[in-house]
């Protein structure tokens, strides 16, 4: 089945370091993929998507490109911020006919000034 | 524009018992998705409501049951609550259920079972 494989945490960092949080996937067809943010008390919010291969999706700083020869989306900021301390996920729209995400496990990010 | 909000914000219940989380979606979408969230996890599928019908299920069992409403408010409900079944219970609501449609999260209800 569809599933979606990301980069245990959680990831420390100092303010303006540069951040990658790999993600892989496994899907029949062609999926689209996104990646979520958790806020610590919140919901998860949309910050980026890629509907097709070679597709960058980007938000806020942040992109992921969809590689379909990898089975990737990792995701990318250059220069992090302490706000963006948070629990990152990565995820695909299930190909069955309605609109359902698979997630990953999440990874959460600490950024210290 | 209201987004999704989620009813109550945190509830405690103990094994055996029944509980009901709601959620109002956002105005205009029709689609509502519900996801559970195990601590440290990430949101696993439990069912989808499309204009008040069943639309899709993930792999949880018929003790676990919804329901939406006209104005597409929705239901989840637990029945025989274990102790697994605590975690954070998250609704989203999109516009149509289109694959491409976004979907809206509500903060979530924080479900402990003792």
């Known amino acids: 089945g569809d599933s979606v494989t990301q980069m245990e945490g959680p990831v420390t960092l100092s303010e303006e370091a540069f951040l990658t949080i790999n993600c892989t996937y496994t899907?029949?067809?062609?999926?689209?993929l996104f990646w979520y943010v958790q806020y610590p008390g919140e919901g998860l919010q949309l910050l980026l998507k890629?509907?097709?291969?070679?597709d960058k999706g980007s938000n806020k700083g942040f992109e992921a490109t969809y590689r379909k020869e990898t089975t990737s989306f990792h995701l990318e900021k250059g220069s992090v911020q302490v706000s963006d301390s948070a629990v990152y996920f990565c995820?695909?729209?299930?190909?069955?006919?309605?609109?359902?995400?698979?997630f990953g496990k999440g990874t959460m990010l600490l950024v210290s000034p | 524009e209201t987004g999704v909000t989620q009813s109550p914000t945190h509830l405690i219940k103990t094994r055996g018992q029944q509980v009901t989380l709601r959620c109002s979606s956002q105005?205009?979408?029709?689609?509502v998705s519900w996801y559970q969230q195990a601590l440290g996890q990430g949101p696993q599928f439990i069912f989808q409501?499309?204009?008040?019908?069943?639309?899709g299920r993930g792999n949880f069992p018929p003790r676990f049951s919804g329901l939406q409403f006209p104005n597409y408010s929705s239901e989840l409900n637990v029945n025989a609550l274990e102790l697994d079944d605590s975690a954070l219970y998250l609704c989203?609501?999109?516009?149509?259920?289109?694959?491409?449609?976004?979907?809206?999260f509500g903060p979530g209800t924080r479900l402990t079972v003792l």
């Open positions: 899907a029949t067809g062609y999926p689209s």
């Open positions: 105005s205009g979408h029709n689609t």
């Open positions: 989203a609501s999109s516009l149509s259920g289109g694959l491409n449609d976004e979907q809206f």
């Open positions: 995820a695909l729209i299930f190909t069955w006919g309605y609109s359902t995400l698979t």
């Open positions: 409501y499309y204009r008040e019908e069943e639309n």
């Open positions: 890629a509907t097709k291969a070679d």
